[in-house]
């Protein structure tokens, strides 16, 4: 056992108890740090595989910027615990059956390609930051220019809506 | 023995530096403390703490007593986890940010089993990164201890701070985006590296990225520093956007519900962020540990004794005047002490050679400091539309051009 794999286990069993507690929590607040404590797990292990850049961006944009929104607009609402209901029909009776069905779905796609996950944990092999923007704005510079539009819409897209109505 | 500390050297010698770091800090946080209400104070005529101890300079003790001392009622309705959670992250953040701070460019002479001992705790690629996570994340403090204390005034108070902290927080970065241009690197070190190349040899400080006049380019970052240090004030929730704590509208603010040494963590972590947000904008616009004169003045290596000597000896001949022990023993001691510093640095010119650096950067980072005294002595708080117009109105727009026009310097300024 090397300190990457220790930390690779310390690290994932957080994001899964966090993931967890996520979904068990009754306060929308509890739930909303349970899925940080997710985000910030993921962005460690990202580091660990070397991907620096992309650890710290994880942390910036999604530990950051979205989950305070998240908070923020709860706080706002002063939303209470939230009361639990029965579960539907559909989700007694089908939710097992497609849960075990996408889990070993997931668990075949990851036992072939376990040879490529470990390459991967190469540090600063293709996740630097400078190769990482050379490709983005190289070869991927279409997907990312349609993705900026795309976002764009969609902030153009909630002023529309928040606006006041004209008299 | 030897073997397993040859073998961990570099575990034990980061924790070494850890625990002396946040001793340091501490201590200077403590004493920030006593210079804000003794600047203040004097700002306003008035004379700020003077009664305990010589010039008040026991103040920061007795506060610290004080904080550990009182007792620490939980309100009633209080989330109890979160509300404990918070102060705890806020100091917590706020501390982790100094791990990747440089305090100067060269290991001290010796090694610690086989390591060389660098002046700072971690030097990742990413440092400024990780700076801007630790950002993002430190909202959380004072969000949540406005949330789950139960109370109007601090849910106002964490609903103001975490709006304000979100819009300056794009300012804040692309801001700095000028500074990454020009030296193409994240890391802290060597963005000051990157700023010892000036045009004319003689006139070193015109390479800082403030002034920009290196050798291949010119790209002067002022714009892109008056953004930053202004984003960085409201970061911090320090005057005059300190409205997350409007004494005049909001009792405390954030922290109405906290008493005792949680109260001192949201503290110690305002203070920590301050001495950070110094330290980055040294570094990351005046050259960091880079003196401002050219190496070829070598009687500016003195400085530090020609500093501490006199001011060694004032502190002498201020304590024997007072009648008390502190005064007439303590005083002179660390007067002394000071002297001795100053007088040893002349003797060991190796010694001083290698301080230079990081006089310059520690006197970088006090000047920062007294700056937000400065602002918070003197300026009135803004409204809260006006703190919302400054930051998307004002400081976006003009940190985006600030990239725009740094880039096409950057691209076709050089020769």
């Known amino acids: ?167 | 023995m030897s073997g397993f500390l040859t073998q961990n050297a570099f575990w034990i010698l980061t924790i070494i530096k850890v625990v002396l770091l946040l001793f340091v800090v501490l201590t200077v946080n403590a004493y920030l403390t006593w210079f804000e209400r003794k600047m203040v104070a004097h700002i306003q005529s008035r004379w700020g703490p003077h009664r305990v101890g010589p010039h008040g300079l026991l103040q920061p003790l007795a506060d610290g007593a004080k904080f550990l001392l009182k007792e620490d009622p939980t309100p009633a309705g209080v989330d109890k986890f979160v509300y404990f959670l918070a102060p705890l992250l806020a100091l917590a953040l706020a501390l982790t940010a100094l791990a990747v701070i440089p305090f100067g460019p060269d290991p001290l002479p010796f090694r610690f089993f086989g390591q060389p001992i660098s002046l700072w705790v971690s030097n990742p690629d990413i440092s400024l990164l990780i700076l801007f996570a630790i950002t993002a994340l430190s909202v959380y403090g004072v969000a949540l201890a406005g949330w789950s204390s139960n109370s109007k005034y601090s849910l106002l108070g964490g609903l103001r701070s975490t709006a304000q902290m979100v819009s300056y927080e794009l300012a804040l970065t692309l801001s700095v985006v000028g500074v990454l241009l020009m030296a193409n690197t994240f890391s802290l070190p060597k963005i000051i590296e990157a700023q010892a190349h000036s045009r004319w040899a003689i006139i070193p400080f015109l390479g800082w990225n403030i002034f920009g006049l290196s050798k291949g380019m010119i790209a002067p970052q002022i714009v892109g520093f008056l953004c930053f240090f202004i984003a960085a004030f409201a970061e911090t929730n320090r005057a005059p956007f300190d409205l997350s704590e409007a004494e005049s509208e909001l009792v405390a603010g954030f922290h109405t519900e906290y008493a005792s040494f949680k109260f001192a963590m949201f503290f110690i972590a305002e203070y920590t962020a301050m001495i950070t947000v110094s330290c980055l904008c040294s570094i990351l616009f005046f050259g960091g540990w880079l003196s401002p004169f050219p190496d070829s003045w070598t009687w500016t290596q003195y400085l530090p004794s020609v500093i501490l000597l006199p001011f060694g000896l004032w502190v002498i001949w201020d304590g024997i005047k007072y009648e008390t022990v502190f005064g007439r023993l303590v005083l002179p001691a660390v007067g002394t002490a000071i002297t001795a510093v100053g007088a040893a640095l002349i003797a060991f010119p190796q010694a001083n050679e290698f301080i230079q650096p990081t006089f310059w950067l520690v006197a970088k980072v006090f000047f920062f400091l007294f700056f937000y005294v400065w602002a918070r002595g003197t300026l009135p708080r803004l409204r809260y539309d006006q703190l919302m117009n400054v930051g998307w109105k004002l400081l976006l727009p003009v940190s985006i051009a600030n990239v725009i026009v740094t880039s096409a310097l950057v691209l076709w300024g050089g020769h």
């Open chain 1, 1 to 167: 056992m090397t300190a990457a794999v220790i930390i690779f286990f310390v690290l994932a069993a957080i994001a899964v108890l966090g993931a967890l507690s996520l979904i068990f929590q009754k306060h929308p607040i509890h739930s909303a740090l349970s899925l940080i404590v997710v985000m910030v797990a993921l962005a460690g292990l990202y580091l660990l595989m070397g991907a620096e850049f992309v650890a710290a961006v994880q942390i910036i944009v999604y530990g950051g910027a979205i989950m305070v929104l998240f908070v923020f607009v709860i706080m706002l609402l002063n939303a209470e615990a939230e009361e639990r209901t029965d579960f539907s029909k559909l989700a007694k009776f089908a939710g097992l059956p497609l849960t075990l069905a996408l889990l070993g779905a997931l668990a075949a796609v990851m036992i072939r390609a376990r040879p490529g996950v470990a390459n991967a944990a190469h540090p600063g092999s293709l996740a630097d930051t400078r190769a990482l923007s050379t490709m983005l704005f190289t070869n991927f510079v279409y997907p990312f220019e349609l993705t900026s539009f795309l976002i764009l819409v969609a902030i153009l897209g909630a002023i529309v809506l928040a606006q006041r109505e004209p008299k």
